[in-house]
């Protein structure tokens, strides 16, 4: 299986602030990866598909970039909805997820 | 607006076999264009995909829980199904039924029901 890493595995931030959260795959993946946000009770939404197209209807603070092993998503300025839990996920094998990154408000 | 909804009993005892249902609205589980997934969550754990079914028949499964997996679809109800066999208490999770698409080749989840608890447990 390929692993997926997250960092860093939760995060304090303030509204109005850049965040970037990073995702290592444990092989090339090339641009075979995904971004979910995840609240608690609700289903996972799709926010970045193939690393960096913005999925319809998602805010543009979000962005992603990365190819290979390495991918980050950035939101440009956090707003008070989008302190959740951040999940990537690669598509080029079986699939797999990172274990998570909680965002929490600082 | 595609929505999916999961169903199923929310306790199951350990050796027995866990089955839950995923009902699709607003879509066709016979299209060809989609592939139907169930994905868990154990608690304060990661997510897992277990498997998914496409085109009316064919499926995938995670080779981690292939041997006791099955996916299948009733297109006239537009449902589709997860059975579990021979359950202990490590596969006590939320269940989440979900739609993959693929776009130009990049295939991503983007339509996911709100997860049903299923506990293992005597």
């Known amino acids: 299986d390929i692993q997926m890493t997250q960092s860093p595995s939760s995060l304090s931030a303030s509204v109005g602030d850049r965040v970037i959260i990073t995702c290592r795959a444990s092989?090339?993946?090339?641009?075979?990866l995904n971004w979910y946000q995840k609240k608690p009770g609700k289903a996972p939404k799709l926010l970045i598909y193939?690393?960096?197209r913005l999925q319809s209807g998602v805010p543009s603070r979000f962005s992603g970039s990365g190819s290979g092993t390495d991918f980050t998503l950035t939101i440009s300025s956090l707003q008070p909805e989008d302190f959740a839990t951040y999940y990537c996920q690669q598509s080029y094998g079986t699939y797999t997820f990172g274990q998570g990154t909680k965002l929490e408000i600082k | 607006q595609v929505q999916l909804q999961e169903s199923g009993p929310g306790l199951v005892k350990p050796s027995e076999t866990l089955s839950l249902t995923c009902i699709v609205s607003?879509?066709?589980?016979?299209?060809?264009?989609?592939?139907w997934n169930w994905i868990r969550q154990p608690p304060g754990k990661g997510l897992e995909w277990i498997g998914y079914?496409?085109?009316?028949?064919?499926?995938n499964y995670n080779p981690s829980l292939k041997s006791r997996v099955a996916i299948s679809v009733d297109t006239s109800k537009n449902e589709f199904f997860l059975k579990l066999s021979s359950v202990t208490a490590a596969d006590t999770a939320v269940y989440y039924c979900?739609?993959?698409?693929?776009?130009?080749?990049?295939?991503?989840?983007?339509?996911w029901g709100q997860g049903t608890l299923v506990t293992v447990s005597s």
């Open positions: 979900a739609r993959v698409t693929m776009v130009r080749g990049h295939m991503f989840f983007d339509h």
């Open positions: 092989q090339s993946i090339s641009s075979y």
């Open positions: 607003g879509g066709s589980v016979s299209s060809g264009d989609y592939y």
């Open positions: 079914m496409h085109d009316r028949g064919s499926t």
């Open positions: 193939a690393a960096s």
